[in-house]
């Protein structure tokens, strides 16, 4: 008997094709839609349905997808996942934003959303396999790896870090192999619907949107100054949430006599005092640190050994491997960087890797220099 998959549908490039794969090598595929988010409606802050008129264009990413497994002849189902999502993904990505961090939502939706959820809900279809459309690669064993994706260019594994082994014990990932120029051409060469479709950029599920005014809706505002180091008022910021570190765009901050015309960074937050502090250059050194402490750890070979480990990280997607050293103290990793580290923000992820291997990941807490913490 053909072996079964339920493979996510996103209405895109990369699910087509990894679906049109499967279908290739002979599985019985059945494709699956997440409808995560309702684009027809807002939500107050305690989760209220309000009427929203800024619509995300979801139902036309349902109808690529039913579009595409007509063309493939597979079955598409649609569910429902809203209220996991609000209650799993988004209400933390408003914590952390009111915590002044900058949350990484996509990593949580992976493992609430994509992993657990959806797998849950495709046991009725009674699987042999799940499959997503992700640039990552799944090496089975008793325990099974996660490995980087062929395109370094798209290499999705940043974002799965927060898996465990039981979560990708049955994982395919179709496209894991290929680079995104060949999944666009093998999308053309068997005319899947969406070949010419442009890759999505919003926020998981959410889409894209004004991303300022969407926040705006559920955090209230809270004006503030932009400071220098020396305490100089030299600006208004409209609420540190809509700021992060190494942020260059967006301050309002134009030339003077005092400062000259040198471009300004984010280089901290003070919630406390609700101030924006700034400071000119690329390379200013409070954008440079040597050491973090994370929080949230998941390692997805539990049996694998952190303390005094060597290996490399990204503190960001698309991020070059940074050499590190982790260590664990008072039940807490620390990742200690080789070469000081740009921009390592709070509440984003750090992820390590040895060679291809993604170990896992954390969501980091603090950032220090020279052994003093710098205040975000």
């Not at 046991?123 to 640039?135: C, L, N, R, V």
């Not at 006599?257 to 919630?271: A, C, D, M, R, S």
Request: glycine residues 8%.
């Amino acid at each position: 008997m053909k072996k079964r998959v339920v493979i996510g549908m996103s209405g895109g490039v990369d699910s087509s094709v990894a679906a049109l794969i499967l279908k290739q090598k002979g599985f019985d595929v059945i494709g699956l839609f997440m409808r995560n988010w309702d684009s027809s409606l807002n939500r107050d802050v305690l989760g209220n349905p309000t009427l929203n008129a800024d619509i995300c264009p979801q139902e036309q990413d349902y109808q690529d997808a039913l579009a595409v497994c007509e063309h493939l002849d597979i079955p598409l189902h649609r569910v429902d996942f809203i209220d996991e999502y609000w209650r799993d993904v988004f209400t933390y990505f408003i914590e952390e934003y009111k915590k002044g961090r900058t949350p990484n939502p996509d990593i949580m939706c992976n493992k609430y959303i994509k992993f657990s959820a959806f797998k849950k809900y495709a046991e009725q279809f009674k699987p042999d396999y799940i499959a997503m459309g992700h640039y990552a690669r799944v090496e089975h064993g008793e325990i099974p790896k996660l490995l980087r994706g062929v395109d370094e260019n798209k290499d999705q594994t940043y974002f799965l870090s927060q898996l465990t082994a039981e979560q990708l014990n049955n994982v395919l990932f179709p496209i894991g192999d290929l680079k995104k120029s060949d999944v666009r051409k093998r999308a053309l060469e068997h005319a899947l619907p969406t070949a010419d479709k442009k890759d999505s950029t919003g926020i998981c599920f959410i889409g894209e949107r004004q991303f300022n005014q969407f926040l705006n809706n559920y955090l209230p505002t809270k004006p503030g100054d932009i400071k220098t180091l020396e305490n100089d008022v030299i600006g208004k910021h409209t609420g540190l949430m809509h700021y992060t570190i190494g942020q260059r765009k967006g301050l309002g901050i134009g030339g003077s006599e005092k400062y000259g015309n040198e471009p300004w960074f984010v280089i901290g937050k003070n919630l406390q005092e609700n101030s924006l502090y700034v400071g000119q250059g690329f390379h200013h050194e409070m954008l440079y640190s040597d050491h973090c402490t994370l929080e949230d750890v998941n390692i997805i070979n539990p049996n694998f050994v952190l303390d005094n480990l060597e290996c490399t990280a990204k503190f960001r997607y698309r991020q070059k491997d940074q050499e590190v050293t982790l260590t664990i103290k008072d039940e807490q990793v620390h990742v200690y960087f080789k070469k000081p580290v740009r921009a390592v923000t709070p509440g984003q992820a750090c992820v390590f890797y040895l060679g291809q291997t993604c170990l896992g990941g954390g969501t980091i807490q603090t950032v220090t220099k020279k052994g003093k913490i710098l205040q975000y």
